[in-house]
């Protein structure tokens, strides 16, 4: 037989427990919902479902190409190939804190496909800290990257 959901009161069992444990799922719900200003509507979630509903879904047409062997990647397999950004180190500023070399870490990498021409490739990368970097001379060891 399943077990009852938790967040439910189950007959017979702790309810001052099981009571507050709703309140902080309440309130666990009210602050992820309504930070920062408190409010929250449900109709929010109708139109949202509605404009989800409008998505379309599916598996694009087409065959997956396998790379020809004759045109190998221009990256390693057995190592990390460095792409950029490089380091920076901060320093030169008047009064400011010198944290050395700096770096941050990439959560996204975008390539344009119609660029197919080492050197001259678009690709852009999305940053933790914030930011789109932009590349349109990917993928040497002369790539260089604007915010």
Known sequence: MPQPARYMPVPGGNLRGEAAGLAELELYWRD?????????????????????????????????????????????????????????????????????????RVNAVAVDRITTVNGSIVAYSGAVGGGVWKTTNCCSDMTTWTV
């Not at 139109?47 to 396998?66: E, F, L, M």
């Open 32 to 104: 992820r919902l309504a930070y920062p200003t408190g409010r929250f509507d449900p109709a929010w979630v109708r139109v949202a479902a509605a404009q989800d509903a409008r998505i379309a879904r599916g598996i694009p047409a087409g065959s997956y190409q396998k790379r020809n062997p004759g045109h190998p990647s221009p990256l390693g397999y057995s190592t990390f190939t460095a792409l950029g950004p490089q380091p920076e180190r901060m320093t030169g500023c008047s009064g400011c804190y010198n944290y050395t070399t700096t770096e941050g």
